[in-house]
Nanobody, 124 residues
Framework: QVQLVESGGGLVQAGDSLRLSCAASGRTFRRYAKGWFRQAPGKEREFVAGINWSGGNTYYRDSVKGRFTISRDNAKNTVYLQMNNLKPEDTAVYYC?????????????????WGQGTQVTVSS
């Protein structure tokens, strides 16, 4: 089993930055794909960013390209999401996910392990 715990969410103003962290514990193998998803009230969970096991490949949804950066520190079993120039439409609960896989995974159904989520609220 793998446990994922997100942190770093909060209430910020438009244009501000936040960095989310997701620490993994338990059965942590290096070759895990990691991803960040978000879910706003009344909406489906959507993909935000994904990273392969080495950190060499990343993928982002179009609306966050150039503003968000996903990265990972395998020595710390932690994945990060740096979010800059936040917008009100980024408001959501953000979840990290992990799956034993060497590639970048873009779909929620491809992930087995999920964190509990952290709230990000961006005021205008």
């Amino acid at each position: 089993q793998v446990q994922l715990v997100e942190s770093g969410g909060g209430l910020v103003q438009a244009g501000d930055s936040l960095r989310l962290s997701c620490a993994a514990s338990g059965r942590t193998f290096r070759r895990y794909a990691k991803g960040w998803f978000r879910q706003a009230p009344g909406k489906e969970r959507e993909f935000v960013a994904g990273i392969n096991w080495s950190g060499g490949n990343t993928y982002y949804r179009d609306s966050v390209k150039g503003r968000f950066t996903i990265s990972r520190d395998n020595a710390k079993n932690t994945v990060y999401l740096q979010m800059n120039n936040l917008k009100p439409e980024d408001t959501a609960v953000y979840y990290c996910a992990a799956q034993p896989n060497s590639g970048v995974l873009l779909n929620s159904y491809e992930y087995t392990y999920w964190g509990q989520g952290t709230q990000v609220t961006v005021s205008s």
